[in-house]
């Protein structure tokens, strides 16, 4: 199978997910862009009082092929956790989104739930030692079912990009901000 056409057949793939809408392939000039603006929005998370770290974007940089793509509500994202805290190493809070497990933090007094976002109180240091160390967002790599069975496909991953890259990409794409619509990134290897 030649490039082109496996490249074709993960977009057929990605498109047939419900909640996708367009899809982008990246240039090296696109990946270069999106690797600048994902190191200056390292230090712009948490209004200021923590730092990210998008482990998930700088593993999709590191393949050979890699795809955008706009999503809507009906997207369903990858299971989580899609937002993990941390904190002198130690993780300080999740995103949770199965609702049964949400209900069993909410009984647990070490756990503070806000939303869909879990607190381990006992990891969160005293604010004399936050200063120390801010917290870290980190946007972990997922996976994606609809691309890694594909044919000769290898090493698949997702990410979720800063509010930066998305605006680059919705600019490249030719599209506008749209309430409801986020986009994601999938890297793989061709093998």
């Known amino acids: 199978m030649e490039c082109q056409d496996i490249i074709q057949d993960v977009i057929c793939r990605i498109k047939a997910t419900k909640g996708v809408e ?3 392939v990246l240039n090296e000039g696109d990946k270069e862009k999106i690797f600048e603006l994902e190191k200056k929005a390292e230090g712009a998370v948490l209004m200021g009082m923590g730092v ?8 999709v940089l590191k393949r050979q ?4 793509f706009t999503t809507n509500m009906d997207y369903v994202w990858p299971e989580g956790p899609n937002v993990i805290l941390m904190q002198f190493g130690e ?11 949400l209900e069993e933090c909410k009984k647990c007094k070490d756990m ?3 939303g869909n976002f879990v607190i381990y109180r006992s990891s969160v240091p005293k604010p004399k030692d936050a200063k120390k160390e801010p917290i870290t967002v980190v946007l972990p790599p997922q996976s994606c079912k609809e691309v890694e069975c594909a044919s000769n496909v290898a090493d ?3 990410a979720s990009p800063s509010t930066p890259s998305d605006e680059y990409l919705r600019s490249v794409m ?3 901000p749209s309430i409801g619509q986020g986009t994601f990134i ?3 290897n061709i093998c």
């Open 174 to 176: 030719g599209l506008k």
């Open 52 to 59: 990210g770290d998008n482990r998930g974007i700088k593993e």
């Open 22 to 24: 367009d899809t982008y």
């Open 186 to 188: 999938v890297g793989f």
């Open 156 to 158: 698949t991953v997702l």
């Open 112 to 114: 503070m739930v806000m």
């Open 91 to 101: 993780k300080v809070g999740e995103d949770v989104y199965d609702p049964e497990k």
């Open 65 to 68: 092929v890699i795809i955008a």
